[in-house]
């Protein structure tokens, strides 16, 4: 039987992790390893039961410029389709 108290407990090395590393992240020992599970039907990682969520969202500015570029690829299509029309000149 698998004592998980006991994986828990080395669940990381006790090296100190690499210098350029963000402060608080550690490496993840052998024992650590068996934390790591996969939800059979969605395919979602899990770390010790709890679910690995990796999300990132567009900053405002990226959005503004996201739909900036979208409305002037919009208006550009409509020019072309009426130049192409023979509604508007060149």
């Not at 052998?30 to 979602?44: A, P, Q």
């Not at 770390?47 to 999300?55: N, R």
């Amino acid at each position: 039987m698998i004592d998980w108290d006991r994986i828990r407990q080395y669940r990381h090395v006790v090296e100190p992790s690499p210098p350029e590393w963000p402060a608080g992240v550690k490496a993840i020992s052998l024992n650590g390893v068996s934390l790591l599970g996969v939800h059979e039907s969605t395919g979602e990682l899990y770390w010790d039961g709890q679910q690995i969520v990796t999300a990132r969202r567009l900053a405002s500015f990226e959005r503004w410029m996201a739909a900036l570029v979208t409305a002037a690829s919009v208006i550009l299509a409509i020019i072309e389709t009426g130049r192409a029309a023979g509604l508007l000149a060149h």
